[in-house]
């Protein structure tokens, strides 16, 4: 919410959230952000740094300056956040839920009807009291990959062919993690991680 | 524009006859030369390029001109056991059959990006009617390519239409590249000696018919769409693939100067 101070004028072209989708059915999620001049600009760019691999479905880009998004921390500073103005709509929320995640930040969880981007994140707030961060952006403002049939099989299928492998593969410098597991030398997990 | 279905499926190389599977092999090396040394020249800007965005974007093209070289030296190497990474690396200019236009030192970011642009509306047109070559093997691995060709095609448009519509900066040195590489685009569908055989097999498209289809695309975009000044015709091709300039000399010695120190090394 608040722009850092910066001595040198930033030069750089727009930032626009990205958001995947993985699989249908699954949420769009925020995996990081590209500087583009225009939103098929955005796009493009967006699949080359975010779906060479693994595989995607769809891809939204959304400009910096349309989004909200707010900590309970940040909310019970400046409360005033809930009465930023903006265009009436349809908004989308997302939610950060966890610490535990790498490579994705936040999940889109659904939309609001909204009088405006500090509406859509009271309602947000409302519906999802124990998020960490809350983010609404309105419908409006989103730009999207193609659905048809040609988009899937240029933006999309090849990434399905490369060899993919999650981040922990690698394991730490020095080291690798298969290592450390046989050698009993790994930190156990928190008990929500779930599977051992 | 693609290569008519009547002709019976070639799925085995010992189907061929000699004299076309060396024409196809001497073609399927033609093809690998011109991605591998394209895919040299793009990932020269690895750590260069004007945003950290299209640094990791022309990386990823640069990977997929390299994979679709690897697919064409693979399809080679079944048809006469060569091995890929010999004639990549092991091989000096004179031998290598890439189009002039692929090794030209990379330049500005518009030199590189209208290339690419020239050479993915061919790549895309050529795979696209590869797709139905008679020889199946071929006819898989067009299919693979043709898919993340066109996505490169959609990048390089649309940065050649983005700088040719900017500044005036922009402008001029687009239109400059243009007429600096307009000259060498007809050798893109320049036939190497005896591929009319394998045009007759129905085993490679006709580069005669794609020519026409790719200069109405390149015309419409360039001159249509973006604005920019495009040379009535394309000059005539010159030499064959056999000659080269005097820039792919020095890009073959970077590009293999690591394999050749090594010779005996038996892993990358």
């Known amino acids: ?51 060479r691999r693994p595989a995607a479905v769809s891809l939204w880009a959304v400009r910096e300056a349309d989004l909200l998004t707010a900590t309970p921390e940040e909310l019970a500073a400046r409360p005033e956040v809930l009465e930023t103005p903006g265009e009436a709509g349809t908004y989308h929320v997302g939610l950060k839920r966890t610490h535990k995640r790498s490579m994705t930040f936040v999940d889109l969880v659904g939309t609001v009807e909204a009088s405006g981007p500090g509406d859509a994140l009271r309602q947000a707030r409302e519906g999802h009291p124990d998020a960490l961060t809350w983010l609404v952006f309105p419908e409006s403002a989103v730009v999207r990959t193609d659905e048809d049939p040609g988009t899937l099989e240029s933006w999309f299928a090849p990434a399905k062919d490369k060899t993919y492998k999650q981040q922990q593969f690698y394991g730490v410098i020095g080291k690798h993690v298969g290592e450390l597991k046989r050698e009993g030398r790994m930190p156990g997990r928190a008990k929500e991680g779930g599977q051992p | 524009m693609t290569v008519s279905s009547q002709q019976p499926e070639t799925s085995r190389q010992q189907d061929l006859a000699p004299e076309v599977r060396a024409a196809l092999s001497a073609k399927l090396t033609a093809l690998a030369d011109d991605e591998l040394i394209l895919a040299h020249r793009d990932s020269e800007w690895t750590g260069h390029a004007p945003i950290l ?135 893109l569908f320049q036939p190497l000696p005896g591929e009319e055989g394998l045009v007759a097999a129905h085993l490679v498209p006709d580069l005669g018919q794609l020519r026409g289809v790719w200069e109405g695309f390149v015309r419409s975009h360039l001159a249509g769409k973006c604005g920019l000044s495009v040379p009535e015709a394309l000059p005539a091709a010159g030499p064959g693939r056999d000659t080269h300039t005097e820039h792919l000399a020095p890009l073959l010695a970077e590009m293999q100067s690591v394999a050749r120190a090594v010779p005996n090394a038996e892993v990358w």
Do not use: C
């Open chain 2, 53 to 187: 965005e299209e640094d990791i974007a022309l990386a990823n093209i640069a990977q997929d001109e390299l994979g679709h070289a690897s697919l064409y030296l693979e399809l080679r190497r079944e048809l006469d056991g060569s091995d890929p990474d010999r004639l990549a690396f092991f091989r000096d200019a004179d031998e290598f059959t890439n189009v002039r236009l692929a090794e030209l030192p990379k330049g500005d970011w518009a030199f590189t990006m209208v290339r690419q642009f020239l050479f993915d509306t061919y790549e895309a047109l050529w795979l696209e009617a590869a797709r139905t070559s008679a020889y199946t093997p071929l006819a898989e691995v067009a299919a693979k390519a043709l898919r993340e060709e066109k996505f490169h095609l959609q990048h390089t448009a649309l940065w050649v239409e983005r700088l040719a519509l900017g500044t005036e900066e922009s402008r001029r040195r687009t239109q400059a590249a243009l007429d600096e590489l307009w000259p060498y685009a007809a050798q």
């Open chain 1, 1 to 51: 919410m608040t722009q850092p101070h910066s001595p040198r004028p930033d030069t750089q072209w727009p930032r626009w959230e990205v958001f995947k989708q993985d699989a249908p059915n699954r949420p769009h999620q925020a995996v990081g952000s590209v500087h583009a001049g225009d939103p098929q600009h955005a796009l493009l760019t967006a699949r080359n740094v975010f779906v």
